[in-house]
C-alpha cells in the first residue's frame, strides 16, 4: 500500500493536477562558460596569477560582514581573507556544484577562513536589508541579463554607507607585445569562441555595459545612504 502511495505521488508531481504533464522547471543559468572540470580549473589558474591585481586594493577590517556575490568555485573566495583577517565572508553562488567545488577550495588552501556558504539567485537573495558592510563580485556581472538589475538587488542587503567592489573584464579590447600575425590570430580565435559560447547559451548573456559600470579594481565605491 506505502508503495502505491508513493507511485501516485510521483505520478501527482509529474502531472498540472488535471492529468496533463507539467513543464519541467529550470533554474536560470547565467554562467556563459559552463561547469567543466576545465573551466574550474581555468578560474584558479587565472585567480590565482592576477591575484596581486585584483585584490591589492580590496581589505575590509576585521569584524566586517562581507558578501562575495557570485563566488563560483571559489577562486576569488579564497584570495579575500589574504589581506582581510577576520572579516565574517558569507560566499553566495546560484549553482550548487559550483558551491560544492568553492568549499573544497576553500578549505584546502584557506581554511581558517570564516565562511557561510549560501546558495541562491543574487537578485532575490532571503537575507535582511543591509546585512553587509561590503559587497564583493569579481567576473559576475558579464553573466547576467541585466547587470543594473543585479546590482540594484545586491544594494539592498548592503548597510546605508557601505561599499560594492566590482571587478569585470574588457573583452572588448586585447593589448599585447609583440603585435605578430600568430599572435592577433590567437586572439582571433579567442573572440570568436567566446562569441561562439554566448550564442550557445540557453540564456541571453551579459550584454555590454556603459562605461560607467566596467571599472578597475577598486578597494570599493562608496554607496550613499538611503
Not at 75 to 87: E, R, Y
Not at 117 to 122: E, K, P, S, V
Not at 188 to 216: I, K
Request: with cysteine; aromatic share 4%.
Amino acid at each position: 500500500m506505502a508503495s502505491a502511495s508513493a507511485s501516485a505521488a510521483r505520478s501527482r508531481a509529474k502531472t498540472d493536477g488535471r492529468g496533463r504533464s507539467a513543464p519541467a522547471v529550470r533554474r536560470p543559468d547565467w554562467n556563459v562558460r559552463g561547469y567543466s572540470q576545465t573551466e574550474t580549473q581555468r578560474l584558479g589558474d587565472q585567480a590565482d596569477t592576477l591575484a596581486e591585481l585584483l585584490h591589492a586594493g580590496t581589505a575590509y577590517p576585521a569584524g566586517s560582514r562581507v558578501l562575495e556575490a557570485g563566488c563560483g568555485v571559489g577562486a576569488q573566495t579564497v584570495h579575500l581573507p589574504a589581506a582581510s583577517a577576520g572579516v565574517l565572508l558569507t560566499a553566495a553562488d546560484l549553482s550548487a556544484q559550483s558551491l560544492a567545488a568553492a568549499r573544497a577550495r576553500v578549505a584546502a588552501k584557506a581554511p581558517a577562513a570564516d565562511v557561510t556558504w549560501h546558495q541562491g539567485d543574487l537578485h532575490r537573495l532571503p537575507l535582511p536589508d543591509g546585512a553587509f558592510d561590503h559587497v564583493f563580485l569579481c567576473f559576475v556581472l558579464e553573466h547576467l541579463p541585466d547587470p543594473e538589475a543585479g546590482l540594484a538587488a545586491l544594494r539592498r542587503v548592503l548597510r546605508p554607507g557601505g561599499t560594492i567592489t566590482v571587478i569585470e573584464g574588457d573583452h572588448g579590447s586585447a593589448f599585447f607585445h609583440p603585435q605578430t600575425p600568430a599572435a592577433r590570430r590567437t586572439i582571433e580565435r579567442g573572440r570568436r569562441g567566446n562569441q561562439a559560447r554566448r550564442r550557445m547559451c540557453t540564456r541571453r548573456p551579459g550584454r555590454e555595459l556603459p562605461v560607467d559600470l566596467m571599472p578597475t579594481p577598486s578597494s570599493g565605491l562608496p554607496v550613499p545612504g538611503r
